[in-house]
């Protein structure tokens, strides 16, 4: 059996949202305030706003792996504003990998050594560049579970395509799962290249969450969060072949600790 893993959301909490880029921002964001006045909240969230831009930007252009190169992106718009701020995103992420910043989900770690104990191949497939990921891995202590840890950059291409998932595929594993929360990335991007998606949906309600994982994705109160998810996602124009109604998980798990019965369960299947 082989596992693949999303990070962010899944496994772990990375340092962006609440270090790497509020520095970035405001360094940068200090050339709209000399210029124009504004003031540093306002020009800050400019700044954010720009960086998300440009990745959208990326994404939409078809330049998929550059939609995740946060230097470059971050270099782009420092220099759209004439910021003279440059940074090193990887030794942000270094600097910020401490306790206030990072953060394993509940049961990663016990999760993944029991996995582990059973013989089970566990990979990561995420669309974060190796050196963005790898010190938040290794400052939580998961990093050492992993056999192979699959990355844009490494690859030549992105989630949701077939090509990442099946990079981390050596052998012809009996089961091949993959582990994520955003449905066009994780749930449909794995059923295409012949994985069976386990979608983490945490805030799961009412009868959903007193059922088991298999039995979830078939019940009509999915449609609303499959539609929900969709549509939320950060650029779904970017993938106009992905359709709402083509991402439908074989397992929805509401934490990571039901990521157990379902290895279980399919491998009652092959069996």
């Known amino acids: 059996m082989l596992i693949t893993f999303d990070l962010d959301g899944v496994l772990q909490v990375n340092p962006f949202r609440r270090g790497v880029f509020p520095e970035v921002c405001g360094k940068i ?15 800050s969230k400019r700044v954010m706003k720009m960086i998300r831009e440009e990745s959208r930007r990326r994404l939409l252009a078809g330049a998929y792996v550059d939609a995740y190169d946060w230097d470059d992106i971050i270099l ?8 003279p701020a440059r940074f090193d995103i990887e030794q942000s992420v270094i600097k910020y990998c401490t306790p206030e910043y990072i ?43 992993f056999d192979d840890f699959i990355t844009p950059e490494m690859i030549g291409t992105v989630k949701p395509y077939a090509a990442i998932y099946q990079a981390a595929v050596k052998g012809e594993p009996s089961v091949c799962l993959h582990v994520g929360d955003t449905i066009i990335h994780d749930v449909w991007g794995a059923d ?72 279980e369960y399919a491998q009652r299947k092959v069996a």
């Not at 059973?118 to 050492?144: C, D, E, S």
């Not at 499959?226 to 970017?238: I, L, V």
Request: charged share 25%; aromatic share 8%; net charge negative.
């Open 192 to 263: 295409q290249a012949g994985f069976e998606p386990v979608w983490v949906v945490r805030d799961l309600a009412g009868d959903l969450a007193d059922l088991k994982p298999w039995e979830r994705p078939t019940r009509p109160e999915v449609e609303v969060l499959m539609r929900k998810a969709f549509d939320s996602d950060s650029c779904p124009e970017a993938y106009p072949e992905a359709r709402v109604e083509d991402c439908r998980a074989a397992y929805i798990i509401k934490d990571l600790s039901e990521l157990l019965a379902v290895v």
């Open 29 to 43: 964001g200090e050339t709209l305030v000399e210029e124009s006045g504004q003031e540093p909240r306002t020009a």
């Open 76 to 83: 782009t718009v420092a220099k759209a504003v004439e910021s």
């Open 103 to 145: 953060s394993s989900y509940p049961y990663a770690a016990s999760t993944l050594a029991e996995l582990s104990s059973r013989g089970i191949r566990l990979a990561v497939v995420t669309n974060g560049f190796y050196k963005y990921q790898n010190p938040v891995m290794t400052g939580l202590g998961l990093r050492h579970f």
